[in-house]
């Protein structure tokens, strides 16, 4: 990644430009939607400046876009978020239908459905950018570094989330320091293995997809890029 991209305050790391060309798309807001990974975060950094300055135009719901999309979808982002319920991707980008490609799983943990997931949104839909949006005061972080403390094990397939987690604990920190950086040392290591999948590292390699690591603040509602 290369650049840097403030948008209100919002800086998000950008990557070269897409070699792609914009995708039209009747019936929506405008007459082409992002179609490189610059493009992509600066409407996502536009988005999350509405958000968290209450001015969301709640874009893309109208009754002609629905009927748009009927047709089928350009979504220009894939976003692998939390399952967390306070931060849905649509509204902290105050994006709409067909704008976002969402997967949430708690504290973005991949598994096969998670990559196949992905992929599909890069290889099939032309999908530009894919952001790992991590967020404060992440549940599932903050249950896998107390197991990783006491030794404990989690219930149910939840043992599993902190198998995937607790490669990237921060043991160098303690108490909520722990959990705050492990937050984004887990977004890293998500975003990096993301990018070493062997067709999304040939889009990367072509300039034809970014991988970026981000994080939402509950406290500001401000999204900004892990370097």
């Known amino acids: 990644m290369a650049g840097a991209l403030a948008v209100g305050g919002a800086a998000l790391a950008t990557a070269p430009a897409s070699a792609s060309a914009s995708t039209p798309v009747t019936g929506r807001r405008t007459a082409t939607r992002p179609g490189t990974a610059d493009e992509a975060l ?46 849905p991707p649509e509204l902290v980008f105050d994006q709409g239908l067909g704008d976002l490609m969402t997967v949430r799983t708690a504290g973005e943990v991949l598994d096969e459905a998670v990559l196949g997931s992905v992929a599909y949104g890069v290889l099939e839909l032309g999908i530009p950018l894919v952001m790992v949006l991590g ?8 249950a896998a570094v107390q197991a990783d403390l006491t030794g404990d094990r989690l219930p149910a397939h939840i043992q599993y989330l902190a198998d995937q987690i607790t490669p990237s604990i921060d043991r160098t920190k303690q108490g909520d320091a722990r959990v705050d950086s492990t937050i984004d040392a887990n977004v890293r290591a998500v975003s990096a293995r993301l990018a070493a999948v ?18 939402y603040e509950l406290t500001t509602q401000l999204v900004h890029a892990l370097a």
């Open 135 to 142: 967020h404060q005061s992440c549940g599932a972080v903050k």
């Open 42 to 87: 600066r409407e996502l950094a536009a988005g999350n400046r509405r958000w968290r300055t209450f001015c969301e135009r709640h874009p893309d719901e109208t009754p002609a876009v629905r009927q748009s999309l009927t047709a089928g979808q350009h979504p220009f982002a894939v976003v692998l978020g939390c399952i967390d319920s306070r931060v």
């Open 198 to 215: 062997p067709d999304l590292a040939a889009k990367i390699s072509a300039g034809e997809l970014a991988v970026v690591g981000a994080r």
